[in-house]
């Protein structure tokens, strides 16, 4: 039994670093969505002064990135299901602030509309100051190590890593 004892050490160490990382990975997690929360909140707050919403002002910026795109491509791109897109974009007509035109068969395609256009640039103005207010404590240097850390993670999970 006592020549088990280095191997016993061994293992038990692996087991506590496994432990150590694991409750390093939640604490991350837990940081990165209070991150996001904060952001958000404070994005929604500051959009309410420009009459929209976060939830609008991303559709809105989905569409001028991809004028002309479905609402099954908007709804990807805005991380919502279709049908809470399509409800959106309902209202977001509604306000005058996109167009639905019919595209080929049954598909629907969104643009902005002039209105639609300067609710987006207001928001836009928020946005960087919001935004530059959430990461203020980041240097330039930070911001990119930052930034193409997520990337890293994101192109990792997008093939299936």
């Known amino acids: 039994m006592p020549d088990d004892l280095p191997f016993q050490h061994q293992r038990q160490r692996q087991r506590d670093r496994q432990r150590d990382r694991q409750l390093q990975l939640q604490l991350l997690g837990r940081a990165v969505k209070q991150t996001q929360y904060r952001q958000h909140r404070a994005l929604d707050s500051a959009l309410a002064a420009i009459g929209t919403t976060l939830s609008q002002w991303d ?85 990119g190590v930052l930034l193409g850390l997520l990337d890293r993670l994101n192109e990792a999970a997008s093939e299936g890593r």
């Open 59 to 143: 559709a809105l910026r989905a569409i001028a990135r991809t004028p002309g795109a479905s609402a099954r491509e908007l709804s990807a791109a805005t991380f919502q299901t279709e049908q809470s897109f399509g409800t959106l974009a309902t209202r977001l007509s509604a306000q005058a602030l996109i167009e639905r035109r019919p595209g080929r068969g049954r598909r629907i395609e969104h643009h902005l509309t002039p209105e639609g256009e300067r609710v987006l640039k207001a928001g836009q103005v928020v946005a960087d100051g919001v935004l530059g207010e959430c990461f203020a404590g980041l240097g330039d240097a930070d911001v």
